[in-house]
């Protein structure tokens, strides 16, 4: 089993629609957890943090379930500029590394 | 732009070659980390090094070995070349030891195809 994992994709949407993303992680020690974007044959680039009293930036909102460990990106009134790969990551404490999800791909359409 | 730069941008090798991709780090960051990303999958940790000592490592076989210099830019080696090594590899610069993701900025990415 993956220590992260992601809805498989690919999600389809018209221009406009909300969008949700879930991510769930398999360490209960996992200490930091972000979502990231990135674009076809580019690299990832930090998109949010995710907190666990939920955080948003725009049309986005990202929130986090310790309890469950799951944490979940919503964009609202999708553009077309949304169209990307969206990657699930967590950092534990004290370890140096970001772990991804395999990211789910999303296309919206005019 | 993250001021991250990685060489080469493309690179097509054949089974059992050896491979060198290079990564310049932000100014002022000490701690370059690389992943290796293949087709449909996330980025994977292959190692990390500060301050030219390396510091983690992933589930990566010994010949991806990597070096880096006093002016904290950083090589990754791959020796013996398999198929399965064709990937985008990302490097990712950052000051001091990984606290925060939005402490690391990946660069462009070399994209390695093995034939």
């Known amino acids: 089993r993956k220590e992260v994992e992601q809805d498989p994709g690919p999600f389809n949407v018209p221009e406009g629609a909300t969008v949700a993303f879930n991510c769930t992680y398999s360490n209960s020690a996992s200490q930091s957890f972000f979502w990231y974007r990135q674009d076809c044959r580019k690299e990832p680039k930090l998109l949010m943090s995710v907190y666990s009293s939920g955080n948003e930036d725009g049309r986005f909102t990202a929130q986090l379930n310790r309890a469950s460990q799951y944490i979940s990106l919503l964009i609202r009134d999708s553009k077309l500029s949304d169209s990307a790969t969206y990657l699930c990551v967590v950092t534990h404490q004290g370890a140096q590394k970001l772990v991804f999800g395999q990211g789910t791909r999303l296309t919206i359409n005019p | 732009e993250t001021g991250v730069t990685q060489s080469p941008t493309h690179l097509i090798k054949t089974r059992g070659q050896q491979v060198t991709l290079r990564c310049s780090s932000q100014s002022g960051h000490n701690t370059v980390s690389w992943y290796q990303q293949a087709l449909g999958q996330g980025p994977q940790f292959i190692f990390q090094?500060?301050?030219?000592?390396?510091?983690g490592r992933g589930n990566f076989p010994p010949r991806f070995s990597g070096l880096q210099f006093p002016n904290y830019s950083s090589e990754l080696n791959v020796n013996a070349l398999e198929l399965d090594d064709s990937a985008l590899y990302l490097c990712?610069?950052?000051?001091?030891?990984?606290?925060?993701?939005?402490?690391?900025?990946f660069g462009p990415g070399t994209r390695l195809t093995v034939l």
């Open positions: 090094y500060y301050r030219e000592e390396e510091n």
């Open positions: 990712a610069s950052s000051s001091g030891l990984l606290r925060s993701a939005d402490t690391q900025y």
